[in-house]
């Protein structure tokens, strides 16, 4: 009886959760007009996460240890840095152009091939850009918000430049195009930078979980992402308030309120509803209280603004990428610096 009891409870806790979450959908922002479509394409990424991706890349980290795994991401990361490099010299950063060329050149000598990283230790460390950077920084105006199958978060602007970026800067596209073998094992390299990349992730995993909208959460951490690169980690302030505001372009989303303060004022209204529930079942007999149970305080949602952005950053999609374009399926957001240029 005791677990009939338990599940009866966890029963009624998920469904709260669903009918609150229901309830979490905001309005389209002026940066984010196609919500509707975007979130049906979020909620099939996480069906494709928890029935591909996660399990994959949990089988990987059973059978390798934590040295060979950052042997792997070493080599892949310091196999995109022409990406970086090129975009770089593009946005006319000699400073950032001469450290990842620096960084390139120490790691895939001395580093073997980049599967250590020396050029870390003599202060080279990865200042990761990519088109859609450069593309920013030319004046190209962001477009709307869009999420891609299987990708992730991206946007008008991000996405072509992603593509441009892998075709012609990737090596391992190269490889793709020009060698090709029995049962398209060609593709064995990329398959395993994929499952490396998701299995950086699953650490991260708890921050998208417990939020109270995890597709604002994702989008939010992605676009605060692209800027911090844009600006080198030096965003100016008015461009913050403008995007807490409703929108990139700085107008709100109607009703003056953000996304975030919408998703903080419900969940002060759902924790004002569980602390009357606590309240009614204490004060019944415990045959009723354990019938009609309060949400347990471990999958109790939290608001999408309790992450900090140092935690969204990680959280979120490289929206830097040079490599992919930052999903929590595919893509990390690698460690950056702010040298500018």
Not at 287 to 308: L, R, Y
Request: a neutral charge; charged letters at 15%.
């Amino acid at each position: 009886m005791p677990s009939f009891s338990r599940a009866l409870r966890l029963l009624a806790a998920t469904a709260l959760l669903v009918a609150v979450a229901g309830c979490a959908i905001q309005p389209a922002r002026d940066d984010d007009p196609w919500q509707a479509t975007n979130r049906k394409i979020f909620n099939f990424n996480q069906k494709f996460d928890n029935a591909v991706a996660k399990p994959v890349a949990r089988g990987y980290v059973k059978v390798t240890s934590a040295e060979v795994r950052l042997m792997v991401s070493n080599f892949f990361d310091n196999l995109q840095m022409p990406i970086s490099i090129v975009n770089d010299v593009l946005q006319v950063r000699p400073v950032g152009a001469a450290q990842n060329t620096g960084r390139f050149l120490v790691n895939s000598t001395i580093g073997l091939a980049g599967l250590f990283d020396p050029a870390g230790k003599l202060g080279l460390h990865q200042d990761t850009t990519d088109f859609g950077v450069t593309l920013a920084r030319w004046g190209v105006p962001q477009g709307p918000y869009l999420v891609i199958p299987f990708l992730g978060p991206s946007s008008m602007r991000d996405f072509p430049a992603y593509l441009l970026d892998t075709y012609f800067l990737n090596p391992m596209s190269y490889w793709v195009r020009d060698y090709h073998f029995r049962y398209y094992t060609e593709y064995l390299p990329y398959t395993l930078y994929l499952v490396q990349l998701r299995a950086s992730l699953l650490n991260t995993d708890q921050f998208l979980s417990s939020a109270y909208d995890p597709y604002v959460m994702l989008r939010d951490a992605y676009l605060q992402r692209r800027n911090y690169l844009i600006y080198h980690g030096n965003p100016p302030i008015g461009l913050q308030e403008n995007f807490n505001s409703g929108g990139a372009g700085g107008s709100d989303n109607g009703g003056g309120e953000s996304d975030m303060e919408a998703l903080l004022a419900r969940q002060r209204a759902y924790d004002r509803a569980h602390a009357t529930q606590v309240t009614k079942s204490a004060s019944t007999p415990a045959a009723a209280a354990s019938a009609q149970p309060a949400v347990p305080a471990s999958i109790a949602p939290t608001p999408a603004g309790s992450v900090a952005p140092a935690h969204a950053a990680s959280v979120a999609p490289a929206a830097s990428s040079a490599r992919a374009q930052g999903s929590l399926i595919l893509t990390p957001a690698p460690a950056t610096s702010a040298s500018g240029g």
